[in-house]
């Protein structure tokens, strides 16, 4: 009985973390959206006294948008991995990420060992 309701428990957790992960993605989706937006307006008041400050604007916004698609690939990757019930499952050890790991980083696919094991240098674009 006891098993059955910590499955149910991390079950109802699971769906929490895979709501978020389809909020978030559907928030860098709209973000992507008004960021193009911005883009067109800038054109239109282009101004030379702006230029500069408009270039290192645009800059931010397209490393900003290179960070959301980076996110986005981990997003969906993280969402296909629900639909074959293979979400939280540790891609180094098979073992089940504890979901409290999972709550707090939802896009981790290492335990916290595995992840200790495998220092690597894009390590922090991940977790
Ligand atoms: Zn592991």
């Not at 929490?16 to 389809?22: P, Y």
Request: charged residues 30%; glycine residues 2%.
């Amino acid at each position: 009985m006891k098993n059955t309701e910590t499955q149910d428990s991390t079950h109802a957790e699971l769906e929490a973390i895979k709501h978020s992960l389809l909020l978030q993605k559907s928030e860098i989706l709209n973000k992507n959206f008004e960021f193009k937006e911005q883009q067109s307006s800038l054109s239109k008041n282009s101004d030379e006294a702006d230029a500069v400050s408009q270039e290192l604007e645009s800059n931010l916004s397209i490393q900003l948008h290179e960070r959301d698609r980076h996110s986005l690939v981990l997003i969906d990757k993280a969402l296909s991995k629900f639909a074959t019930n293979s979400y939280g499952e540790c891609e180094g050890c098979g073992d089940m990420i504890d979901v409290r790991r999972l709550k707090a980083r939802p896009l981790a696919t290492l335990c916290i060992s595995c992840m200790e094991e495998q220092e690597s240098p894009t390590r922090n674009l991940i977790q």
